[in-house]
């Protein structure tokens, strides 16, 4: 099995690098963001909790995320493995990532955290804004609020990571394609 967590400050790349990573390794996407975005459309009790954080760029309680992949986990059996892209965001939700794969008897493969200067991520973000409909990625004030809540609460993270010799930074600078063969790169050797 092959469990990898893509990694990065919002606007890195994370959802697109994963469909490169998905098609080639036959693995099952879990973006949480995207998770949280249908319960939000679904107007279900978890959605309409989660969009008073996710319309002020905060982040979502622990408990609410990490229930939401533990019901996915134990949804999929006999895969390949998983990409988990946006979350862990934090320490905490590391930590139950490490017990819910452990239950299901499943190694971590490592975390792949790509690298992007901060006016790039502002001009991704607010490009990605036109079209995607996310009124998190509209406004500016929000996206620094993001940006903010990443170096906070979610960056402490990769300090989890390295300490257990698990944390792979790569450069996300540049062409979609340079990107994905760099994290190929990596992803080959586990
Ligand atoms: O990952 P993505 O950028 O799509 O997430 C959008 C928003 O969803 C985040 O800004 C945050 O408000 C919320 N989120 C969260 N915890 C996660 C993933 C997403 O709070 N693990
Ligand atoms: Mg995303």
Do not use: W
């Not at 390794?25 to 996710?54: C, M, N, P, V």
């Not at 408990?63 to 988990?84: S, T, Y």
């Not at 500016?140 to 989890?160: C, G, L, Q, W």
């Amino acid at each position: 099995m092959l469990n990898l967590v893509l990694f990065g400050p919002p606007g890195a790349g994370k959802g697109t690098q994963a469909i490169y990573l998905k098609k080639k390794y036959r693995l099952i996407h879990l973006s949480t963001g995207d998770l949280l975005r249908t319960q939000i459309a679904a107007k279900t009790e978890l959605g309409i909790q989660a969009k008073l954080f996710i319309d002020k760029g905060e982040l979502v309680p622990d408990e609410l995320v990490i229930g939401m992949i533990k019901v996915k986990l134990n949804q999929c059996a006999n895969i390949k493995g998983f990409i988990f892209d946006g979350f862990p965001r934090t320490e905490e939700q590391a930590k139950a990532l490490d017990v819910l794969l452990n239950e299901n008897n499943t190694p971590f493969s490592g975390m792949l955290a790509l690298e992007v200067e901060k006016q790039e991520l502002v001009d991704r973000l607010l490009e990605r804004g036109q079209t995607s409909g996310r009124s998190d990625d509209a406004d500016v004030s929000i996206i620094e609020n993001r940006i903010k809540t990443y170096h906070v609460k979610t960056a402490p993270v990769m300090d989890f990571y390295a300490k257990q010799k698990k944390k792979y930074s790569i450069n996300g600078m540049g062409g979609i394609e340079d990107i994905a063969q760099r994290l190929n790169e990596v992803v080959a050797n586990f």
